[in-house]
């Protein structure tokens, strides 16, 4: 008898646990939600459609590199040597 009452604490624990982690869950897929609808009723208000953010979205990666580059270029990091050519330069091909 006091093995199954230990079994039976344990499971509730373990549901009481899991129970927790599936609240929190969901109040982190809601609270994103809401979030989401407020930057895309917001930028409606300016003109914008959610296709216009989802475009922008796409184009994200592209922005970034593009971003980068710029970056690199106003600090003059683009003209440092990368290994390969100063292995091509130390060994030429034979």
């Known amino acids: 008898m006091p093995t199954n009452l230990i079994i039976l604490i344990g499971a509730l624990f373990v549901a ?3 129970f927790r982690a599936l609240l929190s869950l969901l109040q982190t897929a809601i609270s994103t939600a809401i979030a989401i609808l407020i ?3 917001i930028l409606m208000f300016f003109g ?3 296709q216009d953010l989802m475009r922008e ?6 922005i970034l590199n593009q ?3 710029e ?5 003059g990091l683009s003209a440092i040597p990368t290994y390969s050519r100063e292995l091509l330069t130390i060994f ?3």
């Open 48 to 50: 914008f459609s959610p």
């Open 71 to 75: 970056v690199k270029k106003i600090l």
């Open 39 to 41: 930057i895309v009723v």
């Open 16 to 18: 009481y646990i899991v």
């Open 67 to 69: 971003f980068i580059k």
């Open 57 to 62: 979205i796409n184009n994200l990666p592209q």
């Open 92 to 94: 030429p091909k034979i």
